[in-house]
T-cell receptor, first 112, second 110 residues
Framework: NAGVTQTPKFRVLKTGQSMTLLCAQD?????MYWYRQDPGMGLRLIHY???????AKGEVPDGYNVSRLKKQNFLLGLESAAPSQTSVYFC???????????FGPGTRLTVT | RKEVEQDPGPFNVPEGATVAFNCTYS??????FFWYRQDCRKEPKLLMS???SGNEDGRFTAQLNRASQYISLLIRDSKLSDSATYLC???????????FGKGTRLSVIA
């Protein structure tokens, strides 16, 4: 099993460009999450999904959109990237909300 | 008051030392508790769950004090490989997402 995978691993964007980060899990987990991690800020939840076709906002959702069309995939979109979105993005999945979360290796995004 | 608070450290300890971290949480309705470990530039990984009766896994011991709303992690006989950031994690109930603390950084020195 690959666990949780993220694509791409690194990306540099110019301000105003758009991109989509892909997260995939092969553990048949119901819940999936997108976090960002910045120095001194810890992990902050952007959006999450409790099942196929459903999404919910987390702590810092502004500037991001998500979609969960298939149970195994969770996409994070940046429509118009800003330098404030420079961060490390982690995807995670879990069986249910209160169970252990498994994280992907992260995507390092720089917006110039 | 933040939901989960941890001393950011760093804790610099010599090999073989015993070190303890505490974490406090604000919501008394919190139900599940975990310690995660995050190595530099890597993803967080579950270290251990924290049970009401306390639990031990090798050199690691986790305790929960519901009355005072804090969780502790004790590491005995520290190894160089224990150097990492330790994240305290709680969840309220049922299916609400986990809430992560900002982490405590540990450096074990030879």
């Amino acid at each position: 099993n690959a666990g949780v995978t993220q694509t791409p691993k690194f990306r540099v964007l110019k301000t105003g460009q758009s991109m989509t980060l892909l997260c995939a899990q092969d553990m048949n987990h119901e819940y999936m999450y997108w976090y960002r991690q910045d120095p001194g800020m810890g992990l902050r939840l952007i959006h999450y999904s409790v099942g196929e076709g459903t999404t919910a906002k987390g702590e810092v959702p502004d500037g991001y959109n998500v979609s969960r069309l298939k149970k195994q995939n969770f996409l994070l979109g940046l429509e118009s990237a800003a330098p404030s979105q420079t961060s490390v993005y982690f995807c995670a999945s879990s069986y249910r909300g209160r169970y252990e979360q498994y994280f992907g290796p992260g995507t390092r995004l720089t917006v110039t | 008051r933040k939901e989960v608070e941890q001393d950011p450290g760093p804790f610099n300890v010599p090999e073989g030392a015993t070190v303890a971290f505490n974490c406090t949480y604000s919501n008394s309705a919190s139900q599940s508790f975990f310690w995660y470990r995050q190595d530099c530039r890597k993803e967080p990984k579950l270290l251990m769950s924290v049970y009401s009766s306390g639990n031990e896994d090798g050199r690691f011991t986790a305790q929960l004090n519901r009355a005072s709303q804090y969780i502790s992690l004790l590491i005995r006989d520290s190894k160089l490989s224990d150097s990492a950031t330790y994240l305290c994690v709680v969840t309220l109930s049922g299916n609400t997402p986990l809430v992560f603390g900002k982490g405590t950084r540990l450096s074990v020195i030879a």
